[in-house]
């Protein structure tokens, strides 16, 4: 028996919904058109699957059982529809697609795409920020190519690869200025609450080690600006506001030069990690490839 698979698919979009109209919106068939191919499918099969009443459509003892037959099979085509079509709209274009999160407006990310697009300028990229829920579930439905983030546990399976990993050191630093303000000397363990701070939002990388140190030492700061803009922190270290919080890296040149002092602490504060993922698996084209080698050889 040969049968048209659309017939099964609008069996099944019926029998799921048990509702006529409700099938129509998702299938874009019209109500007649359903009720005859239902039909058409009753004829073939030689067997009534579905009692007609007033509140929608009651599956048969026969139309329970194909219903189980079919569900798996539609559901895993519509599937492979969905994501076939994710595909193909996120190949309409060269772009390649890179979700970060935490805020990581970082060096290192900046720095490879400025490398990258001076490689390779037909190439786009499309960059988007978001938590690292959204950037693991859009990875894994093929939405982006890439994503960063921080916490690797969420990632450990055998659908992901990690390709670069960047190690980034959180510090306190304040400037020359304000240290004149403070006579040459700043003491975090025992003044820490003469100073203003200037800290990231609650939640970010940085604070969240800040944090511990504080608890830590039963340090009691005064909060005085809070922005997780790292360049609006600089600025404000730069006219003298106070101590800061944030990452070596962000900041390398201004200590180079000694526009920023690093204030020394016993213990530093932890290290943090970003990580560079993508899918594990042989479907990249050729744009995301390049991306990966360059990431690679930071």
């Given at each position: 028996m040969n049968i048209d698979l659309e017939l099964y698919r609008i069996f099944y979009t019926v029998a799921k919904y048990k509702n006529i109209s409700k099938a129509t919106q998702e299938l874009y068939i019209s109500q007649p058109a359903i009720t005859q191919r239902i039909n058409n499918l009753e004829k073939q099969l030689n067997i009534k699957l579905f009692y007609r009443k007033p509140d929608g459509m009651k599956l048969t003892k026969e139309g329970k059982e194909l219903y189980k037959y079919v569900k798996d099979s539609i559901e895993t085509m519509n599937n492979v529809e969905n994501k076939f079509n994710i595909y193909l709209q996120k190949n309409k274009t060269n772009n390649i697609k890179i979700k970060t999160t935490n805020q990581i407006d970082n060096i290192f990310l900046g720095d490879t795409i400025v490398k990258f697009s001076k490689k390779y300028p037909e190439i786009g990229i499309d960059l988007d920020i978001g938590t690292e829920k959204e950037a693991i579930e859009e990875l894994l439905n093929e939405q982006v190519d890439i994503i960063t983030i921080k916490d690797i546990k969420q990632i450990r399976n055998k659908n992901f690869k990690i390709i670069a990993t960047k190690?980034?050191?959180?510090?306190?630093?304040?400037?020359?200025?304000?240290?004149?303000?403070q006579n040459g000397k700043i003491d975090i363990y025992n003044k820490a609450e003469q100073y203003n701070f200037i800290l990231p939002k609650k939640g970010s990388i940085e604070r969240s080690e800040f944090d511990k140190f504080c608890q830590k030492h039963h340090l009691d700061i005064k909060l005085k600006y809070e922005t997780q803009s790292i360049n609006i922190r600089k600025y404000f270290v730069f006219n003298g506001l106070g101590i800061a919080v944030g990452f070596k890296e962000y900041i390398y040149e201004e200590l180079k030069r000694n526009i920023f002092i690093e204030i020394p602490l016993e213990e530093g504060l932890s290290e943090c990690n970003i990580n560079w993922v993508t899918l594990n698996n042989e479907r990249k084209n050729e744009e995301v490839l390049k991306l990966i080698k360059i990431v690679k050889e930071k």
């Open positions: 190690n980034l050191t959180p510090c306190i630093y304040t400037s020359k200025n304000y240290l004149e303000k």
